[in-house]
């Protein structure tokens, strides 16, 4: 078992910051991905950001060059620096992680007014 908690969200205007992180807890050792999924209302929760095992990361297009993932070695952190935000960026962000099953935070708001 694996038990993801979120933190970071928050109101921000049109081009400021957040930082959301992660804390991982439970068999972290056999965790193989992480990432960073968003669900704005009415659409489809999708695919932000990700990070392998050996350090490899992806990104959705929407937020390439605004938005970096990190992880600390030990996977107990993994963070989402997020720049330039965009209201289109609105949405609750969760955490992923896939260690034999796939593993869900709780989700954290974040709202980008413009």
């Known amino acids: 078992q694996v038990r993801l908690v979120e933190s970071g969200g928050g109101l921000v205007q049109t081009g400021g910051s957040l930082r959301l992180s992660c804390a991982s807890s439970?068999?972290?050792?056999?965790?193989?991905?992480m990432g960073w999924y968003r669900q704005a209302p009415g659409k489809q929760r999708e695919l932000v950001a990700s990070?392998?095992?050996?350090?490899?990361?992806n990104y959705a297009d929407s937020v390439k060059g605004r938005f970096t993932i990190s992880r600390d070695n030990a996977w107990k952190m993994v963070y989402l620096q997020m720049d330039s935000l965009k209201p289109e960026d609105t949405a609750v962000y969760y955490c992923y992680a896939f260690s034999r099953q796939s593993y869900w935070g709780q989700g954290t708001q974040v709202t980008v007014s413009s």
């Open positions: 990070i392998t095992r050996g350090g490899e990361t």
């Open positions: 439970g068999s972290i050792f056999s965790i193989n991905y």
